[in-house]
C-alpha cells in the first residue's frame, strides 16, 4: 500500500535557526497536508498543496508530485514551535495517508 | 465560516459494552465526511468516509460502524467494544473529492477497560 515516509522522527533546533522536515511518498499523490498536533491530540492545518510551494510567516513549505517528496521548512525557530508535526498525502484513489510524525523541540 | 464538533471528549468504557461516538460540521453542505483512529503509539488510520448522506464506505476493518443520519452528522459505534479499540478518534471534512483539504476535529480519546 501506500506509505509516507516522514524524517526525521526527531529534531531539536536552537532558537533562531532553522531546517526542514521532509516526506517521501512511494507513490504518486495528489495532494499533500502539513498538521501541528494541539495540546490535547488533534492536528491543526498548516498547509495544504496540490502542487509548487507556500509560505505563511516562518514556515514554508513545497511539493512535488512528480518527483513524490514534500518539504516543510521552519526557519527563525521560536519556543512555541515546539510540537510534533505531521504529513499527510492523498493519493489518487482519495485515501490520506500519514507520516510518523516528527517531534521538534526548540531550545533557548 | 465551517465549524466541527466532537463528542464526548473523553470516555472510559468496559470491554464489551457500546459506543457512539459522534461528529456535526455546520457551515458546509454535502461536505465529506472521515473517521480516524490512533492507536496509542500508532499512525492515524482512516477508517470510515462518507461522500453523502446514508452512503459511508468502510477502509478499515475493526469491529466498528459508521452512519451519517444527516448532512452534518457522522457517527462511529459498534455495540461491544473490544480492549483494542482504546485510542485516540478524529473526525475530519473536507470540501468534496477533489479538494482534500482537511480539517480535523479535536478529537476522542477512548480508553477500554
Known amino acids: 500500500g501506500d506509505q509516507v515516509e516522514q524524517s526525521p522522527s526527531a529534531l531539536s533546533l536552537h532558537e533562531g535557526t532553522g531546517s526542514a522536515l521532509r516526506c517521501n511518498f512511494t507513490?504518486?499523490?495528489?495532494?499533500v497536508q502539513w498538521f501541528r498536533k494541539n495540546s490535547r491530540g488533534s492536528l491543526i492545518n498548516l498547509f495544504y498543496?496540490?502542487?509548487g510551494t507556500k509560505e505563511n510567516g516562518r514556515l514554508k513549505s513545497a511539493f512535488d508530485s512528480k518527483e513524490r517528496y514534500s518539504t516543510l521548512h521552519i526557519r527563525d525557530a521560536q519556543l512555541e514551535d515546539s510540537g510534533t508535526y505531521f504529513c499527510?498525502?492523498?493519493?489518487?484513489?482519495?485515501?490520506?495517508?500519514f507520516g510518523t510524525g516528527t517531534s521538534l523541540l526548540v531550545d533557548p | 465560516a465551517q465549524t466541527i464538533h466532537q463528542w464526548p471528549v473523553a470516555e472510559i468504557k468496559a470491554v464489551g459494552s457500546p459506543l457512539s461516538l459522534g461528529c456535526t460540521i455546520k457551515g458546509k453542505s454535502s461536505p465529506n465526511l472521515y473517521w480516524y483512529w490512533q492507536a496509542t503509539g500508532g499512525t492515524l488510520q482512516q477508517l470510515f468516509y462518507s461522500i453523502t448522506v446514508g452512503q459511508v464506505e468502510s477502509v478499515v476493518q475493526l469491529n466498528l460502524s459508521a452512519s451519517r443520519p444527516k448532512d452534518d452528522q457522522f457517527i462511529l459505534s459498534t455495540e461491544k467494544l473490544l480492549l483494542s479499540h482504546s485510542g485516540f478518534y478524529l473526525c475530519?471534512?473536507?470540501?468534496?473529492?477533489?479538494?482534500?483539504?482537511?480539517?480535523f476535529g479535536s478529537g476522542t480519546r477512548l480508553l477500554v477497560i
Open positions: 498543496l496540490a502542487s
Open positions: 499527510a498525502a492523498e493519493n489518487m484513489g482519495y485515501k490520506l495517508t
Open positions: 507513490t504518486t499523490m495528489r495532494a
Open positions: 475530519a471534512w473536507s470540501p468534496d473529492r477533489g479538494n482534500s483539504d482537511y480539517t
